[in-house]
């Protein structure tokens, strides 16, 4: 690898997860609309945050469940429709209703800003409520239990989806099931990386790391459930490149990339790692099933020219300049924005990272993570040459520009540099306090008591001096 510091390479999903919260102090850009949301589940309050947020899809899956299935349910709050409007209940056929509970339009309201004259007291749902609610919706969403049918209940589903869609940008990826994909950060190569759907599930298998609890390492991230599929096959894009300086920010963009493949059939049914992560540690040692597409190499790679052919078969090569690229580099230069200040800045230094992304079915890039330290394995033919490449571009940019700004830098592209920012010489990282011990205080005089009124002290009085006399 090309990293100066030679660690081993790592994920660094836990900076993402907080950095990229306070990117509205660097741009105007929203980080729901090219980061699936994550939490730190350590983290008390983020744990909580994400049960609400679990809760809330639960609400918003259900909604979309009953428009795309065409099936109906009943809407049991009350007869006024000003009710209706903001909260639903549903039960499977046969099981007893559950109590009134509020649902996905006090989160809309609070998204549209309309909520701020609302009783928040009256807004929270209580736990046993949640639970009944999470058991109806496995039953119906994971169980295949089926809804009693209402003609309005579908029209009112498809206004409320409609109105979300303009306020979470991230509606369109998250689907029905509810899938979260569950991190151990500082690790690579996939390892610890688990999908489940339920939220106990989830929250179990982070108790059972004690260690990476203590040090706040576990990360539970939205899973994109629906990508853009190659053959009915998921896959991930390694997106390549350069940090040459920090300050000023310099970042180059490799135009060169390459897909990663899994080797199962792309399916909900199971949350096997197979069909869900596409890391080439993990897929190298499966076999591919005799049921994929013959275009997809058993080495589960290919070329960025591979995947603008097929985009060119769906009459969508163009979106790859327009869409894809332009996607990538502005979530890119976000994250890195975001952790300016983290970095503790070396003249003559650089760093090769290595950037995981996903496409949604409209082509747009949502970034997954960073990993410092990428592999430059020549596992396949696709990598043996690209990381080969990269590698002599790389010493192209750091080498060969320093003596000549004009030369060639191969296929790194200069996407982000920034006047330098000024610095103090000395930015204390820890402060304590110093002080020394009074080996003889002096004792203070006695507080008179507030009851006794101190008289005023008046000077003696002046005789005047007659005016002849002065």
Same mark, same amino acid.
């Not at 099981?95 to 701020?116: A, C, G, V, W």
């Not at 991230?221 to 991930?236: A, N």
């Not at 950037?355 to 079915?361: E, G, I, K, N, V």
């Given at each position: 690898?090309?990293?100066?510091?030679?660690?081993?390479?790592?994920?660094?999903?836990?900076?993402?997860?907080?950095?990229?919260?306070?990117?509205?102090?660097?741009?105007?850009?929203d980080?729901?609309?090219?980061?699936?949301?994550?939490?730190?589940?350590?983290?008390?309050d983020?744990?909580? *945050?994400?049960?609400?947020?679990?809760?809330?899809?639960?609400?918003?899956?259900?909604?979309?469940?009953?428009?795309?299935?065409?099936?109906?349910?009943?809407l049991?709050?009350?007869?006024?429709?000003?009710?209706s409007?903001?909260?639903?209940?549903?039960?499977?056929?046969?099981?007893?209703?559950?109590s009134?509970?509020?649902?996905?339009?006090?989160?809309?309201?609070?998204?549209?800003?309309?909520?701020?004259?609302?009783?928040?007291?009256?807004?929270?749902?209580p736990g046993q409520?949640? *639970?009944?609610?999470?058991d109806?919706?496995?039953?119906?969403?994971?169980?295949?239990?089926?809804?009693?049918?209402?003609?309005?209940?579908?029209?009112?589903?498809?206004?409320?989806?409609?109105?979300?869609?303009?306020?979470?940008?991230?509606?369109?990826?998250?689907?029905?099931?509810?899938?979260?994909?569950?991190?151990?950060?500082?690790?690579?190569?996939?390892?610890g990386?688990?999908c489940?759907n339920?939220?106990?599930?989830?929250?179990?298998?982070?108790?059972?790391d004690?260690?990476?609890?203590?040090?706040?390492?576990?990360?539970?991230?939205?899973?994109?459930?629906?990508?853009?599929?190659?053959?009915?096959?998921?896959?991930?894009?390694?997106q390549?490149?350069?940090?040459?300086?920090?300050?000023?920010?310099?970042?180059?963009?490799?135009?060169?990339?390459?897909?990663?493949?899994?080797?199962?059939?792309?399916?909900?049914?199971?949350?096997?790692?197979?069909?869900?992560l596409?890391?080439?540690?993990?897929?190298?040692?499966?076999?591919?099933?005799?049921?994929?597409?013959?275009?997809i190499?058993?080495?589960?790679?290919?070329?960025?020219?591979?995947?603008?052919?097929?985009?060119?078969?769906?009459?969508?090569?163009?979106?790859?300049?327009?869409?894809?690229?332009?996607?990538?580099?502005?979530?890119?230069?976000y994250a890195?924005?975001?952790?300016?200040?983290?970095?503790?800045?070396?003249?003559?230094?650089?760093?090769?990272?290595?950037?995981?992304?996903?496409?949604?079915?409209?082509?747009?890039?949502?970034?997954?993570?960073?990993?410092?330290s990428?592999?430059? *394995?020549?596992?396949?033919?696709v990598?043996?040459h690209?990381?080969?490449?990269?590698q002599?571009?790389?010493l192209?940019?750091?080498l060969?520009?320093?003596?000549?700004?004009? *030369?060639?830098?191969?296929?790194?592209?200069?996407?982000?540099?920034?006047?330098?920012?000024?610095?103090?010489?000395?930015?204390?990282?820890?402060?304590?306090?110093?002080?020394?011990?009074?080996?003889?205080?002096?004792?203070?005089?006695?507080?008179k008591?507030?009851?006794?009124?101190?008289?005023?002290?008046?000077?003696?009085?002046?005789?005047?001096?007659?005016?002849?006399?002065?």
């Amino acid at each position: 690898s090309l990293n100066h510091e030679g660690t081993r390479p790592h994920r660094i999903e836990t900076g993402l997860c907080l950095n990229l919260r306070k990117l509205h102090w660097f741009d105007s850009a929203d980080p729901d609309t090219f980061f699936p949301r994550c939490y730190r589940l350590a983290a008390l309050d983020e744990r909580h *945050a994400f049960i609400d947020d679990y809760r809330r899809t639960a609400c918003t899956s259900l909604l979309k469940y009953i428009v795309e299935k065409d099936q109906y349910c009943i809407l049991l709050c009350s007869k006024k429709k000003r009710e209706s409007d903001r909260c639903f209940s549903f039960f499977p056929s046969g099981k007893k209703k559950p109590s009134k509970r509020q649902s996905s339009p006090d989160f809309l309201q609070s998204l549209e800003h309309s909520d701020i004259d609302t009783n928040l007291e009256t807004q929270q749902t209580p736990g046993q409520e949640w *639970a009944e609610f999470l058991d109806s919706y496995y039953l119906v969403v994971h169980g295949g239990a089926e809804i009693d049918s209402s003609d309005y209940l579908v029209i009112h589903c498809k206004a409320m989806l409609q109105r979300m869609k303009i306020v979470n940008p991230q509606l369109e990826i998250e689907g029905i099931h509810n899938i979260w994909i569950i991190k151990p950060g500082a690790k690579s190569r996939g390892r610890g990386i688990k999908c489940a759907n339920r939220l106990d599930q989830i929250l179990d298998l982070v108790k059972g790391d004690p260690k990476l609890i203590k040090e706040n390492k576990w990360v539970v991230q939205k899973y994109l459930e629906r990508p853009f599929l190659i053959h009915d096959t998921k896959f991930d894009v390694r997106q390549w490149f350069l940090v040459t300086d920090w300050n000023p920010l310099t970042v180059w963009f490799y135009k060169k990339c390459y897909l990663r493949f899994s080797t199962q059939p792309y399916t909900l049914d199971s949350m096997d790692s197979s069909m869900h992560l596409c890391n080439n540690s993990i897929q190298k040692s499966l076999r591919p099933l005799l049921q994929r597409h013959g275009s997809i190499p058993v080495d589960n790679m290919w070329s960025v020219d591979q995947f603008k052919t097929f985009l060119c078969t769906k009459d969508r090569e163009a979106q790859w300049d327009t869409v894809v690229v332009p996607g990538m580099k502005r979530a890119l230069i976000y994250a890195l924005q975001t952790a300016q200040d983290l970095i503790e800045s070396h003249k003559n230094t650089f760093e090769l990272y290595g950037a995981d992304f996903m496409l949604d079915r409209d082509l747009h890039p949502w970034l997954l993570e960073i990993n410092s330290s990428p592999t430059m *394995a020549p596992s396949t033919p696709v990598t043996a040459h690209l990381c080969a490449a990269v590698q002599e571009d790389t010493l192209r940019v750091v080498l060969d520009r320093r003596v000549k700004r004009t *030369a060639n830098t191969g296929d790194f592209q200069l996407i982000y540099k920034k006047a330098a920012v000024k610095v103090p010489q000395y930015v204390p990282q820890h402060l304590h306090v110093e002080g020394f011990l009074v080996k003889c205080p002096y004792s203070l005089p006695p507080l008179k008591s507030s009851s006794c009124a101190v008289p005023k002290h008046r000077s003696p009085s002046k005789t005047r001096v007659p005016q002849q006399k002065k």
